[in-house]
């Protein structure tokens, strides 16, 4: 298996969907690392030489920011939200959707799971 930016890449998949296994490289970033070094999209993993391999590592570390990096920028994003009060903070924290959505209905990804009345009280058997 190819390791690259401490992912194991599938050897069986062509090396443009491969490269979308990590962290902040989507579809068209692949392509573009692809298009930098020379290298046939369609060329699957295992047919990669070293020399292909070192290329795209030395890209991936010199102008992207790609998985822990990446996830810690993001989170700290998200603190400095939370810490200047600002709405999309507030909602960071109450965990409630931040861009506009309604919230009366729908929004169950973002609320979790449907709950039910709390203590309701039960009709005695008789």
Do not use: W
């Not at 989507?26 to 070293?50: E, R």
């Not at 600002?86 to 931040?98: A, E, T």
């Amino acid at each position: 298996m190819t390791r690259i930016a401490g992912i194991d890449l599938p050897n069986n998949k062509r090396i443009e969907i491969a490269l979308t296994y990590i962290y902040g490289i989507g579809l068209a970033c692949a392509q573009d690392i692809l298009q930098k070094i020379n290298v046939n999209p369609n060329t699957k993993v295992f047919q990669l030489s070293d020399d292909d391999i070192v290329n795209i590592r030395s890209i991936l570390d010199s102008q992207y920011q790609v998985e822990g990096e990446l996830r810690r920028l993001q989170s700290m994003n998200i603190k400095r939200l939370m810490e200047i009060n600002c709405y999309r903070g507030k909602r960071h924290r109450i965990g409630l959707p931040l861009r506009g959505q309604r919230t009366r209905t729908n929004a169950r990804t973002r609320r979790g799971a449907k709950k039910t009345m709390a203590n309701k009280k039960k009709a005695p058997k008789k």
